[in-house]
């Protein structure tokens, strides 16, 4: 029996069991199909973006990355950009959801974001991460004053 | 025995009404039964794990009310890979609507051969999806959906939902599962009873105290239909002089509801609501009430129903089967759309000797004791783990049985077998017939040589070209002979014992023991041209998740005991499977763990030399000790791990295989100081760029390739790491199909500073992790990157930092 089959069988069902008492699911199949194969911190952005409807794509990206479901206000607010091309609509999307507080506070581990915005290499200051500089020489950049340190950044390529 | 409960809901609410009133007596219950180990988790998204919960603390906090909720959590994660085979995992509490879905916890937790038992209130989600919210019908569905696939037991509180859940089943088209239902508990004892003080809360008492009344307890939902009742009281009750008490708390989608009742002309005078009563408080209003009320239009079971009946208080209650199973004839039904009919049955009760009558039958009303149901639900646990047909015994161990078609290879290894396997005394070889008149004339230690030789195994079968199909289809017919003890210990000819073997390392406990090395699921093989091996473990993949099986990989390149009858069990069941190359180490014991948990303990393996390069794959677990060698003669060559040691044996084996152990030993920890290193980078990452590390290659609107990189990488020196790698399908799609990535590391200079890597993409495999070495002394340095189609001229390149620790 495949994990598709059996989640989206029961879909099926229960969406006949809503219709008998007159109502309908607003969530899509596909959403819920996520549901099921999402894991409890982690989303693929590549997966999610295999879905090249806006609309779709909008529901599934607040389901999967915010764990709740775009309400009305969001819907409407992102009306005006539904026609633009998936891939533009989707880096849009998942750019704003992602530097949103609230997704600070899901702590979800995105991964596969071929969105992120690629900045052209340059020389990183590190921060935190032991470089083994000798220790003699941190001491004495930090005592150096700013337009010093500057000038030390400039030579390191670090500015 | 270990039983696991998850109970992150009951942790998160602060009022307790239904699913975790039950959560509380039955786990108050099993922490009083000596004979469980239980764990107790509250799971917590922040690390991705579980957090184990303080039993004493959790007795006392939910038993005498004492403590406080706060300091249950104790420090220690469990992770999920840390649930012990063989144990159980009862789900008690109500877990749909968790970030943990079962559709992701319950694969894992089968992997390891954990029994899952789950206690289902009710599948009212699905049979009516409008009395709930959309989001938990959702979430419901996967849970259920989990459920039916892997569940070992569903314990029900009424027949009237394993009636429901079979139609279920059938409706889906899959087997029904194993159900019992197991009614709940309703005895009111001082352990029942927490609240902030002994008394009852004085305002509600002076409600109470206003006239008769009839109480609903529960939440506030339109399922429930508390708007039955207020039209009741609308329609007459009220008028002659009879109350309604609804305690409880505000549910969902019962704004309007709430809005009716908190605006009636009556509330106040006549209609009354008690938001989150303490059960002091609950006791009182039962104790007082003119009767329940009860006129629900689908439930699990009906505590409040048991819950009066146990106070002597008459109940009316819903004419439907779950409410007939539970109160048989000692409740008043109605119709629950006929708000006249319930306003008849309360008028019946104001009749004084009708009222004295039902109270007094009332009196013989039976209930189930929580107690009764705490020890049902364990003998259901219990249940789940097989007691075995038979309990392994090393002692009858003393024979091992090796595949081997190279002499030379055999004949070295022997002289292992005979100094560190003292219980070992015969070997059978299987092995080509022109074979056997050398071994037996070299051959001239103290083990019996028995010999199965092809033309025997294949009795006129042709032998599969193929390494793996050959060496599968020569085992699972060499399997069949009598000469073949019933367990015997599996071997190649080149595992090498590293040390004294005793059958303790294979038999222990009454466990045979199983070595895995990795998951099937996450094995990628040689990336691009995948060997007989990888295919070999693709098809066992295949084989094992289409019969419901675990998928850990127990190729571990190691002796391994085998149970022959199980091994023929599976290719009785399955004889395609013969000729079709799977690994039988696989396939032999993942099916041992699915069908006979309780005497297969899987553990991580403990072969040294496997893998044979750090180039070849990552480690998904690293051993703790070594016993075993996987002999490759390459890793004495100079410049090699084992340079300047001896691959023969000779009278300086055991010293020189210590100096073997911690020379592997410390490389192996290298690989996973380097793992670790590139794990904490993905942490910082994730942390500054709300976002993991990842490498990913898209095709452009203008038919040109962008890559996606980190802003910097970090490796440990001289070291082997897996990044992750996507291409996404646009590009081969729509630019080309022949793609190579080249990727080295160069200077700020932008000089090289390692050979330039080339790897072909497989444009079936486009998600891959990618072996990168980084150079040896640098603190910092570029990594670059470049994704090119061989037939276009397209291409597209990437550097970023990679500072090197």
Known sequence: ?159 | MKIYIDLSNLMSVDFLTGIQRVVKEIVIRMLENDNNELVLMDYSFRRDSYRRLDNKKFYEYFAHGTGDRKFLSLSESIRFEDIQSGSVFFEIDSVWNSRLRRSYLFPILKQKGVGIVTLVYDIIPITHPQFCHENTVMNFMVYIGANIKYADLIITSAQATIDALNTLTDKLGVERKNCVAIPLGSDFSEKNVSGKSNKPDPEVVEIARKGKYILMVGTVEPRKNHSLVIDALENGLAEMGVNAIFAGRIGWNVEELEDRMKNHSLYGKNLFFIEKPDDVTVDYLYKNALAVAFPTFNEGFGLPVIEAFMRGTPVIASDIKVLHEVAGDFADYFNPNDSDGFAQCVKNLLDENIYKSKKESIKNFKPYTWDESARDMQKAVESVIKKPEFIPDGKSLRQLVCLTARNDDILATLPYIENFMPFIREIVLCCPDKNVDELKEKYRGRLVLKFLTDSEVLAGEPLPDDHSTRNFFLRCHALKNPLIDDVFIMTDDDYRPLKEISPENFIENGCYRAYYCYDLNLWQGTYGSPTSFDVSMKKTLEFLSENGCPTMMYSSHQMQVIDKRIFNDMTEKHPEIVSKGLCDWSAYFNWGVKNHPEIFRPEPYVSMGWPGARSDWDLYVVPEEFLFENHYSVLYEKGRVFEGLSDTFNEKTTEENQVKITRYMAELLKQREGNEVYRSYCNAYWVQHRELPSFTALCTDDSNITISTPTYVQFRNSCWTRVDILIDKSVTEEISRKLILEYWFSDETGENMTPVGRIRIDTDNLEFKLPVKSPVFCERCVFNMKLLAEDKNVSASASMTANII
């Open chain 1, 1 to 159: 029996m495949e994990n598709k089959n059996i989640y989206s069988d029961i879909f099926a069902i229960v969406s006949e069991n809503m219709r008998s008492a007159g109502t309908e699911f607003e969530e899509s199949e596909e959403c819920y199909m996520l549901r099921c194969s999402s894991e409890p911190s982690g989303v693929d952005i590549a997966k999610l973006s295999k879905q090249t409807d806006n609309r779709k794509f909008l529901e599934n990206a607040y389901s999967q990355l915010l764990k709740r479901n775009a309400d009305v206000n969001t819907i409407n607010a992102w009306e005006s950009r539904i026609d633009l091309p998936y891939r533009e609509f989707q880096k849009l999307v998942t750019g704003s959801i992602i530097n949103s507080a609230e997704f600070t506070n899901t702590h979800v581990r995105v991964r596969n974001n071929f969105y992120t915005e690629n900045k052209p290499y340059r020389s990183v200051a590190l921060s935190g991460v032991s470089t083994a500089i000798p220790e003699k020489l941190v001491r004495m950049y930090r005592r150096m004053p700013a337009p010093l340190k500057k000038t030390v950044k400039k030579i390191m390529g670090m500015g």
